[in-house]
């Protein structure tokens, strides 16, 4: 059902777009929450957990929403 592609002024817009934005929203807002609440300065590399928040949030987005 949400595989198929989304008409947008003529244009057809693959939905890995809207689950690409999904997950950078998600791990945008757990940037926030640990800056938050300080939890930040403990992470060793942030750029790894990031990264892999982002993909475990992708991943979780398709499965959930397709």
Do not use: D, N
Not at 18 to 27: G, K, N, P, Y
Not at 36 to 50: F, N, P, S, T
């Amino acid at each position: 059902m949400w595989l198929h592609e989304i008409p947008v002024g003529g244009l057809l817009v693959s939905p890995m777009v809207l689950f690409v934005l999904l997950a950078l929203m998600l791990t945008a807002l757990t940037w926030w929450v640990l800056r938050l609440l300080g939890w930040h300065q403990q992470i060793w590399k942030a750029a790894w957990l990031y990264l892999s928040l982002f993909v475990c949030y992708l991943a979780l987005s398709v499965r959930l929403l397709s």
